[in-house]
């Protein structure tokens, strides 16, 4: 079966510093795709990237940069020179292509990150 | 294009009641799942539909259902309502199958039950 690990459950920070959000994943499938989705205190849940499990290429947008390592199962996010509105939740999520899973999605616990000014 | 809705926002009930919740999905989407978000349990998934058919299922009570219409538009049911029902109930739509693509969130139906 599948897991999402976030070990960090809340981080605070200044502004203007680098933030790092690791994500560890358990699958056995070969096929897989994972997310990160950010949760403001409104409450929805923002789709913020997918990859899929053939694609280890690192991801850059904006101040926002993803590191995913097949060898170490993770999936990290990086929130460059933070701001104020960076503060929510972030949640790391994963699905498996087969068949059976559709669309399900595996979410980790989320971590709560602080930004204060 | 408008995002996903849910409806209502906000419900209060009392147990032994029932429920239900609807979810209109992005236009062009077909897949329509729902998840559950608790302090305690974090989001769990309930089921997703494709095309009117209960594509899969989490590990839920069967006073938990769903259907789907011809238009892609959903509800979701839970019968019987205990307090450990109270949670915020996010609708997501995507694509659909083959691939897992990316699912976009509603805001939420925040269900207190008292």
């Known amino acids: 079966a599948q897991k999402v690990t976030q070990a960090q459950t809340e981080i605070s920070v200044v502004e203007k510093e680098d933030v790092t959000l690791d994500c560890v994943y358990e699958?056995?499938?070969?096929?897989?795709?994972l997310f990160w989705y950010k949760q403001p205190p409104s409450g929805e849940l923002v789709f913020l990237i997918r990859?899929?499990?053939?694609?280890?290429q690192n991801e850059i947008s904006g101040r926002y940069s993803w590191n995913f390592q097949k060898s170490t199962s993770s999936f990290n996010f990086t929130i460059t020179a933070s701001q104020v509105v960076d503060s929510a939740v972030y949640f790391c999520?994963?699905?498996?292509?087969?068949?059976?899973?559709?669309?399900?999605?595996?979410f980790g616990g989320g971590t709560r990150l602080m930004v204060k000014p | 294009k408008a995002g996903v809705t849910q409806t209502p926002r906000y419900l209060i009930k009392t147990r032994g009641q029932q429920v239900t919740l609807s979810c209109s999905p992005i236009s062009g989407h077909r897949s329509v799942s729902w998840y559950q978000q608790t302090p305690g349990q974090g989001l769990q998934f309930l089921f997703e539909y494709f095309s009117e058919t209960q594509r899969n299922k989490g590990n839920f009570p069967g006073r938990f259902s769903g259907r789907q219409f011809s238009n892609s538009r959903s509800e979701m049911n839970v019968s019987t309502l205990e307090l450990g029902d109270s949670a915020l109930y996010l609708c997501?739509?995507?694509?659909?199958?083959?691939?897992?693509?990316?699912?976009?969130f509603g805001p939420g139906t925040r269900l207190t039950v008292t």
């Open positions: 699958t056995r499938d070969t096929t897989y795709y």
């Open positions: 997501a739509s995507s694509e659909g199958p083959p691939i897992s693509y990316e699912q976009y």
């Open positions: 990859r899929n499990s053939f694609d280890e």
């Open positions: 999520a994963l699905s498996e292509a087969n068949n059976n899973a559709g669309n399900m999605l595996t």
